[in-house]
């Protein structure tokens, strides 16, 4: 028997798997530590463009978090090491 062939999209997500360097970033981190609904509003944020990454840090760390702007940029280009976003 010859082994299925994965379709582009299956090719690109082992693809994306495999370049995620290690454990969560320090978003992810930070959302698997707030309430559910403070990580939905966190993760609507983040999708949606007129949300500026600026507002996202500021506000992160007006609420206590140790995070840096360019963490929530490298967070939403998805090029942090949980590679979430992108």
């Known amino acids: 028997m ?3 062939k994965l379709g582009l999209l299956e090719e690109i997500e082992v693809a994306s798997a495999s370049h995620r360097k290690g454990p969560l970033c320090t978003i992810a981190r930070i959302m698997t530590e707030m309430p559910e609904v403070d ?5 609507t944020a983040f999708r949606e463009s007129k949300y500026s990454n600026k507002a996202i840090f500021m506000v992160l760390r007006s609420r ?12 939403r280009r998805g090029e942090c090491a ?3 976003h992108g």
């Open 39 to 43: 990580a939905a509003d966190l993760e």
């Open 2 to 4: 010859s082994a299925k």
């Open 64 to 75: 206590g978090h140790d995070v840096a702007q360019t963490t929530v940029a490298r967070h």
């Open 82 to 84: 949980c590679g979430t």
